[in-house]
T-cell receptor, first 113, second 114 residues
Framework: DGGITQSPKYLFRKEGQNVTLSCEQNLNHDAMYWYRQDPGQGLRLIYY???????QKGDIAEGYSVSREKKESFPLTVTSAQKNPTAFYLCASSRASGSRTQYFGPGTRLTVL | AQSVTQPDIHITVSEGASLELRCNYSYGATPYLFWYVQSPGQGLQLLLK??????LVQGIKGFEAEFKRSQSSFNLRKPSVHWSDAAEYFC????????????FGKGTHLIIQP
């Protein structure tokens, strides 16, 4: 089945540690996105990529980094510079043109201890 | 910058009653508009979308939404809700200029009373 997978579902991190969240899609989509969700805040865009080896900052990129070495993969690293990293992280993908409907993965809940 | 407002944080509806969730957007041109639904701890599922054409859009699970340019609104409706509709609902807008991400409202939490 085509879809988006995120792993792990739950992740715990100690303060000061970097952590990488995985996002893989087999929908043959060119564009991929990372969003952060906090209670009562909706979703906010962290980074997005419209093509391999290229990505752009979203609204809240500080303290995060990404790479896009393969079309199918768009990992997100939460660095120690992110002041409040505890949140629910959602990955999405879409076509880069035409119908750009975004499809979402199941999410990763990150908790900083 | 574009923005989306969902004025109702919580809505409680009796099972079998009709539902309308409000969404207002701020954007200069005609945006691409979406409604997503999220169950607790899960990802988002697309209910419906509007790109152009007929302003009344049909979606999955019996939902529909109407785009009203004059009111900058894209309200979600369902004639008769089921207990399984209890969830968080998000309205979102895309600028239409490229695959550069969605702007989301803060969501409406729907509670279904038996």
């Amino acid at each position: 089945d085509g879809g988006i997978t995120q792993s792990p579902k739950y992740l715990f991190r100690k303060e000061g540690q970097n952590v990488t969240l995985s996002c893989e899609q087999n929908l043959n989509h060119d564009a991929m996105y990372w969003y952060r969700q906090d209670p009562g805040q909706g979703l906010r865009l962290i980074y997005y990529s419209q093509i391999v080896n290229d990505f752009q900052k979203g609204d809240i990129a500080e303290g995060y980094s990404v790479s896009r070495e393969k079309k199918e993969s768009f990992p997100l690293t939460v660095t120690s510079a992110q002041k409040n990293p505890t949140a629910f992280y959602l990955c999405a993908s879409s076509r880069a043109s035409g119908s750009r409907t975004q499809y979402f993965g199941p999410g990763t809940r990150l908790t900083v201890l | 910058a574009q923005s989306v407002t969902q004025p109702d944080i919580h809505i409680t509806v009796s099972e079998g009653a009709s539902l309308e969730l409000r969404c207002n957007y701020s954007y200069g041109a005609t945006p691409y508009l979406f409604w997503y639904v999220q169950s607790p701890g899960q990802g988002l599922q697309l209910l419906l979308k509007y790109f152009s054409g007929d302003t009344l859009v049909q979606g999955i699970k019996g939902f529909e939404a109407e785009f009203k340019r004059s009111q900058s609104s894209f309200n979600l409706r369902k004639p008769s809700v089921h207990w399984s509709d209890a969830a968080e609902y998000f309205c979102a807008v895309e600028s239409g200029g490229g695959a550069d991400g969605l702007t989301f409202g803060k969501g409406t939490h729907l509670i279904i009373q038996p």
